[in-house]
């Protein structure tokens, strides 16, 4: 690819006997480059549109969903309490197989987060929980921990894992889409405040979105893919009730 120039018009005038000349050039482009140019204004549509108001309160009750987020709440019937969510601040039930809660603060239970490409949520961890690898498709993650001593973890696309053992107060970053968890390797239960950069960032959790789709990935497909028979997968699904 290269770029030259030409000069496209050359004006001249005379003042006091000396010629002037006034040149202005443009840039002419490879075929490449054109093209390129060209394509740009199409690929720059595909990313979300800025909010074109102060804000858009989510009305939920409406259908439809825009690239943007959901249909918004007529201003006249929004008030204080649509930017307020008490969502976050009771601890969650931990009473299941994995000791663990994700209690969800988007735009889902909060809608006054609408367009405004924010959310959070709150993580709590019984003594040895887990909250299992899983993965967030639209939105990179920070997470803050609050109460004791949590395991955080992500692994690269070059399947390196990073991870760190922290105390309250201080972060951790995983980048967006990367397979991550957390888990209590304290004394004590733990919690955790994690923060997203869309307002629904959506999650994958790894097992069971293998075990437990529906339909069912083909026994075949998992036990090749994880290298075991065809009855360990079944044993497997049922733990995730497929």
């Known amino acids: 690819m290269y770029l030259h120039t030409h000069n496209i018009y050359t004006k001249e005038r005379r003042e006091g006997g000396r010629e002037m000349a006034f040149r202005k050039y443009w840039p002419t482009a490879s075929p490449l480059l054109l093209y390129l140019i060209l394509a740009l204004p199409p690929l720059a549509a595909f990313a979300d549109p800025e909010p074109l108001q102060d804000f858009c309160v989510a009305d939920l009750n409406k259908p439809g969903q825009s690239g943007n987020g959901f249909p918004c709440k007529l201003v006249s ?50 003594i040895g929980g887990l909250n299992p690898p899983h993965s967030h498709p639209r939105a990179s993650e920070m997470v803050l921990v609050v109460k004791g001593q949590i395991l955080v973890a992500f692994v690269s696309t070059s399947n390196v894992l990073y991870s760190k053992v922290l105390g309250p107060g201080e972060l951790f970053v995983i980048p967006r889409g990367l397979v991550h968890f957390q888990q209590n390797v304290g004394k004590g239960k733990a919690s955790a405040v994690t ?44 733990k995730f009730g497929s």
């Open 77 to 126: 019937n929004v008030t204080v309490d649509d930017f307020v969510s008490k969502r976050l601040s009771h601890r969650g039930n931990t009473s299941n197989p994995l000791g663990s809660k994700v209690t969800a603060g988007n735009v889902l239970s909060f809608p006054g987060l609408n367009t405004l490409g924010i959310s959070m949520n709150r993580v709590d961890l019984d």
């Open 195 to 238: 923060a997203f950069n869309s307002q629904l960032p959506g999650v994958v959790l790894a097992s069971t979105s293998l075990f437990g789709a529906q339909p069912s990935i083909p026994d075949q497909v998992l036990a090749k893919a994880f290298r075991i028979d065809r009855g360990f997968v079944k044993e497997i699904r049922s």
